[in-house]
């Protein structure tokens, strides 16, 4: 079974929100375990607030999310035409380093990573990025 749902969004603080109902909502309708949704509305939420505060600067642009469903797996593409980045090109954070030594931020993207089995990055041909984050083995039962 493959199935997918589209939506765009404001590259505004104040749509986080709305991008988290977005992907529940998807993922509720196709029993998602409640773990594995967990999981993603984390993940995306962290890779969206990046693309909001990093790629657009908190200036505005527009973020689209796709949730598509194949088998037991899903992904959550974010597209956005902020400025290219890579974000599986950075360095894991010292995680032994003493919470009052560490840099300020930084985690998100160890989190994305902890969240999801895979992280795919492509930079558009029309100059924006693409991110692919997928989870394994999310239907319940």
């Known amino acids: 079974m493959v ?7 404001s590259a505004d603080l104040n749509n986080l ?4 109902r977005f992907v529940e909502s998807a993922a509720e309708i196709a029993a998602v375990n409640p773990d594995a949704l967990d999981d ?4 995306v939420d962290e890779a969206a607030t990046n693309i909001i505060v990093h790629g657009y600067q908190r200036n505005g642009g527009e973020i689209e ?4 469903f194949v ?3 899903l992904t959550v593409k974010l597209r956005d ?3 290219g980045f890579d974000p599986t090109l950075e360095a894991t954070p010292d995680l032994e380093l003493p919470l ?8 998100g993207i160890y989190l994305i990573r902890k969240f999801t089995d895979q992280m795919i990055y492509t930079f558009t041909p029309k100059g924006g990025n693409e991110l692919v ?3 394994n083995r999310v239907r319940k039962g």
Do not use: H, N, Q
Request: hydrophobic letters at 35%; zero cysteines; charged letters at 35%.
């Open 17 to 20: 929100s709305k991008i988290r």
């Open 40 to 43: 993603l509305v984390l993940a």
């Open 71 to 73: 088998d037991d797996a």
């Open 3 to 9: 199935d997918s749902k589209t939506s765009r969004f």
């Open 133 to 135: 984050l997928s989870k």
């Open 81 to 83: 035409d902020a400025p």
């Open 65 to 68: 999310i796709t949730l598509r």
């Open 100 to 107: 009052d030594e560490r840099p300020f931020g930084g985690m």
